[in-house]
């Protein structure tokens, strides 16, 4: 593994780190904010995360090359709402979708193709990931400032397995 790619490997390491922090943040707020279905949500969240990290992690391993770790920035653990949650939840995906993307067309262009496999996994995994956040954020915004579909969100938030 060359040196360019190793280092973007290890800021998408960083990245998905920081991701599972800022989604136990959010789900730290919808806890307090009584909202334990979505705080639920965004704790398997955070640990589908750190399960990205760790696959890259073993990914770098398994090439040769070296996990740098880095410090993460402290998450916000304040929102004004649910839908404020949500709305920087879908903002937060497509941040990561674009990293992937730059470390995808960096593998091209590295001609690094065993890295190629593993990216393109996380590419489909964020069509998933922003296809659930903006379901939700749909929910959200339907939902406006009514208590009991925000009650009955919640509920189905916290279903998810």
Same mark, same amino acid.
């Not at 955070?46 to 090359?65: F, S």
């Not at 996990?67 to 993460?72: C, R, S």
């Not at 954020?137 to 189905?156: H, N, P, T």
């Given at each position: 593994?060359?040196?360019?790619?190793?280092?973007?490997?290890?800021?998408?390491?960083?990245?998905?780190?920081?991701? /599972?922090?800022?989604?136990?943040?959010? /789900?730290?707020?919808?806890?307090? /904010?009584?909202?334990?279905?979505?705080?639920?949500?965004?704790?398997?969240?955070?640990?589908?995360?750190?399960?990205?990290?760790?696959?890259?992690?073993?990914?770098?391993?398994? !090439?040769?090359? !070296?996990?740098?770790? %880095?410090?993460?920035?402290?998450?916000?653990?304040?929102?004004?709402?649910?839908?404020?949650?949500?709305?920087?939840?879908?903002?937060?995906?497509?941040?990561?979708?674009?990293?992937?993307?730059?470390?995808?067309?960096?593998?091209?262009?590295?001609?690094?193709?065993?890295?190629?496999?593993?990216? %393109?996994?996380?590419?489909?995994?964020?069509?998933?990931?922003?296809?659930?956040?903006?379901?939700?954020?749909?929910?959200? !915004?339907? /939902?406006?400032?009514?208590?009991?579909?925000?009650?009955?969100?919640?509920? %189905?938030?916290?279903?998810?397995?």
């Amino acid at each position: 593994m060359n040196k360019a790619m190793e280092a973007a490997l290890n800021e998408q390491i960083k990245l998905e780190l920081s991701s /599972a922090y800022t989604y136990l943040g959010m /789900a730290a707020y919808c806890e307090s /904010a009584s909202f334990p279905g979505m705080a639920h949500w965004l704790e398997l969240q955070a640990k589908e995360e750190l399960e990205h990290a760790m696959k890259i992690y073993g990914h770098v391993n398994d !090439r040769g090359g !070296r996990v740098a770790l %880095q410090a993460i920035p402290e998450p916000v653990c304040d929102y004004a709402s649910p839908l404020a949650v949500f709305e920087t939840v879908l903002a937060h995906e497509q941040k990561v979708t674009a990293s992937i993307h730059k470390l995808y067309a960096l593998a091209v262009e590295e001609k690094d193709y065993a890295s190629l496999p593993l990216l %393109q996994w996380f590419i489909e995994e964020q069509v998933e990931e922003e296809k659930s956040a903006d379901e939700i954020l749909q929910k959200l !915004r339907m /939902a406006g400032e009514s208590k009991s579909a925000l009650l009955f969100l919640d509920s %189905q938030l916290g279903r998810r397995e």
